[in-house]
Structures are given as C-alpha cells and as structure tokens.
C-alpha cells in the first residue's frame, strides 16, 4: 500500500503562468483577498468554518492543480520563488518571532501552562513513531518501506509543523528532502487533520465549564492570567515608523546573513571531520541556517531593546513572510493526490489523537483548566496563526496568551521536529537496521494503546 502513495515523483507539469513576479502577484492578491475578507463581518460565519490558513494553502493549491500557476525551476537552485522563501523569508521570519519571546513573562503565565505546553511537544514528539508503529502492527511492510520512499522524512514536516508552524515545516523539508509528491500529501495531511483539531478545540471553548468540572481544574488560574496580561500588554503598542521598520529588517535580515555566513564553513568542516553526519543531517547548510537563526533570535530576545520591537509590529511583519511561504507552499500541494492516500491520514489522526490523550491526562492529574489544554497544544499545532484564535475563543482578552506560546513553539519547534523525525527514522528502518530497544519499546506502547 505505502509504495502506491509516495511513488515517484510527477512529471514536471505545464501551467499558464510561470514567471516568479506574475506567481508572486497571483499570490498576494490570493492573500489580500483572504485577509480582507476574514476581517468583514459578512464573511465570519465562513472563516469560523474555514480558517484563513487553510485557504492560504488551499488556494494556491487549486491554481496549480488546474495548471493555472505554478512555481518552475529557472536556475539551477531550483524553483525560485520556493527557494527566495526558504532561504531568506524563512530564517527572517523565524528571527522576528523569537526576538518578541520574553521568557520571564512566559514562566509568569504560570507553572501548569508550561507543563501543558511540553506535554503538547512531547505528545507530537513520541505521537509520529507511535503512529508508525501501530501501523506497523497491522501491516509491518507500510513503515518498512523507508527505501526508496522513506516516508518518515514527510512526516517529519509534519512534525515540524505541528510543534512550531509553518516555518518548522519547511525547514523540516530542506534538511530532510522528502520527494516533492510525498511532500504535497504532507501538507494535506497536516492542514486537514490539524484543522480538524482546530474545530474540537473550538468546541470544547465552548463547553469550557463543563470540561473544567470533569478536570476539577481551578478556573482562578485563568482569571487572575487575565488580569496579569492586561497589565503586562495593555498601551505599549505603537504605529510603526520608517525607522521601525528599517530596525526590523535589518535585525531580521542581519541574522539571517551573519547565519548564512557561519552555516556553510560549518556544514564543510562538519561533513569533513565527521563523514557519518549526513545521517542526521548536520552537514546540510539549510540545517545549520535554520538553527543558528533561531538560536540568534532566542538570544536576542534576552535583550529588552529587541523584545521591544513586537511593540512596533515584529510578529506582524513575521507573519507577512510567514503567509507568503505558506502560500508558496501550497503551489506544490497537488489535491488530486488525497485519494491515493488514506493510510497517511490514518497516521496523522493517530498522531494527534495521542498528543490530545496524553494533555487530558496530564491536566486531569494537575487539575489544569481546559483553556490550559487548548492554547498548548494549538499553540504547537497551529502556531502564531491560530493559537490566539483559540485563546480568544475563551476569552478575547487572553488571545495573547497564544502568541507567546506559539512564539516559544517557533523557538522549540526546530528541535523537537529533529528529535521526533530520527525517532521515526528508528521506527521506519528495514527489521536488521532497527535499534531493537527503541523499537520494542514504542511497539510495546503502542499495543499497551490498542488494549
């Protein structure tokens, strides 16, 4: 079955329109038009259906299945417009979000959000190789076809995704390269299954109440959260200037060049000094790029002069780059490829059903309201762009609540999609390849689950 659904890859395919300036301008009238139609309140009941984000990837998905545009290769790194996002947009974008982190406002939301949101990373984290591995009970030659198809390197944008965002995601892709047809049912599977979580979080902040009397939570967390984040937020925006956005280009850009400089002599010098570090990816450029820009942004974020440029909009214009790669992303999404995927589906439910039994659990031990259990885990799974709609779902006033989890998403994100993609590497080798002891000891899990 797996060999039928990450085949070869397509045959390259005609669109109308191929030239990068007239797809990026397809593109961002795309975007317009969804932003500016989900702010109208004629179009409400529709988005609270639909999310934006889903249309952002679901959009550029329709043009390029129908042939209308599509990103091509015109020089030899590939395709441009893929490539300019990845490269550039990517690690910017990464740095603008994690420079807004302020780590002791985040450990002052409270002990019990945090504990819930590393259960949500945890839970995605061991969430892929348990899926693999109940798979792999049913049908044990589903995960095992890693050669040629290696299915665990999709599914670790996957995992990229649902701890950090979008952003993860892509970086997820550079440094394992999953085949471009693999990749495009990655995306379905994530946008689908992860938005079908969305609409269970939705409807569970609306029975709040009666999910924190099953958990016995003690609701004055959240109360008295309120009331913090109206003091800590409340009158320190302001309209941007010229200036500003000067300082959050060159902050943004800056790291982004100063790692691009460091990560090529470190990828050679890695690879050269030790030959087996291209199993793990440590001599890819675009590894070290995405980890050294978001190691920069965390640092700088230490810094009150930096973390003060989210007053003049950082994650906004983060944002900005973040919708324009998602974008680019969905031109590679072929929807017609769905149906020749089911199990990949199967997978992703699994996946997020054990990420969402392992938070009722820890918040049922720890008596964490369900607000708690909502903004963590959306706050990995959906990051900076969802994760206030789901806070403020609760309540309007704790929508930021959401932005700073979904920025320490961002910030952890890389990392967990690491470890959780090797993991799964473990999971998916051929029987002789195996490290037996991790393997038995997901398998085990898993057939502990099913009982």
């Known amino acids: 079955m797996l060999l039928a659904l990450a085949a ?43 999310p934006a984000i889903l249309l ?16 091509v290769p015109m020089h030899s790194h590939g395709k441009d417009l893929y490539w300019v996002a990845s490269r550039f947009l990517l690690p910017a974008c990464l740095v603008l ?8 406002g985040i450990l002052r939301l409270g002990p019990k959000l945090l504990v819930l949101f590393f259960t949500a990373t945890i839970g995605i984290i061991l969430g892929g190789p348990i899926a693999l591995g109940i798979i792999w009970i049913f049908d044990p030659s589903l995960p095992a ?34 085949g471009d047809g693999l990749f495009a049912q990655m995306v379905a599977v994530d946008v689908i299954v992860a938005n079908l979580w969305m609409g ?77 570090s291209s199993d793990f990816s440590l001599n890819s450029p675009f590894f070290w790029l995405i980890v050294l820009s978001t190691t920069m942004g965390v640092a700088l974020s230490c810094l009150r002069s930096a973390r003060s440029l989210e007053d003049v909009g950082a994650s906004r214009v983060a944002t900005v780059f973040l919708y324009t790669l998602v974008a680019v992303i969905g031109l590679g999404m ?9 199990i990949l589906f199967l997978i992703g439910l699994i996946w997020i059903a054990f990420q969402g039994g392992l938070l009722f659990f820890v918040a049922k031990l720890i008596k964490a309201p369900s607000f708690f259990i909502a903004v963590a885990s959306q ?32 910030a952890v994100g890389t990392y967990g999609a690491l470890l959780c993609a090797h993991l799964m590497r473990a999971m998916s080798a ?9 393997f038995s000891l997901l398998e085990q899990t898993s057939l502990f689950m099913l009982a």
Not at 18 to 45: C, D, E, K
Not at 152 to 176: D, P, Y
Not at 430 to 438: A, N, R, T, V, Y
């Open 97 to 104: 979000l994690t420079v807004a982190i302020d780590l002791p």
């Open 334 to 342: 072929d929807l017609a490829a769905l149906v020749d995927a089911p």
């Open 200 to 276: 269970f979080l939705l409807w569970m902040a609306a029975r709040s109440e009666a999910f924190d009397r099953w958990l016995k939570a003690d609701r004055s967390a959240v109360d008295d959260l309120t009331s913090r984040l109206l003091s800590t937020h409340s009158g320190k925006s302001r309209i941007a200037t010229t200036n500003d956005y000067f300082t959050l280009l060159a902050v943004a850009f800056g790291v982004t060049g100063l790692s691009f400089i460091i990560a090529n002599p470190l990828a050679a010098w890695i690879g050269h000094v030790w030959p087996s």
């Open 145 to 178: 076809g890693a050669e040629p198809h290696e299915l665990w390197k999709g599914l670790s944008t996957v995992a990229g995704s649902w701890i950090g965002g979008s952003a993860n995601q892509v970086a997820m892709r550079e440094v394992f390269l999953p």
């Open 379 to 410: 706050a990995n799974i959906g990051g900076a762009a969802s994760a206030p709609v789901i806070a403020g779902a609760f309540n309007p006033r704790l929508a930021p609540v959401g932005v700073l989890l979904a920025v320490l998403g961002y």
């Open 8 to 50: 070869t890859e397509e045959a390259p395919r005609e669109f109308l329109i191929t030239h990068p300036a007239a797809v990026l301008g397809v593109l961002f009238i795309v975007l317009a038009l969804i932003f500016r139609t989900s702010a109208m309140a004629r179009f409400q009941r529709f988005y609270a259906v639909v």
């Open 430 to 438: 051929p029987p002789p390849e195996k490290d037996h002891g991790l």
């Open 56 to 71: 952002c990837y679901f959009i550029p998905s329709v043009l390029a299945t129908t042939g209308l545009v599509g990103d």
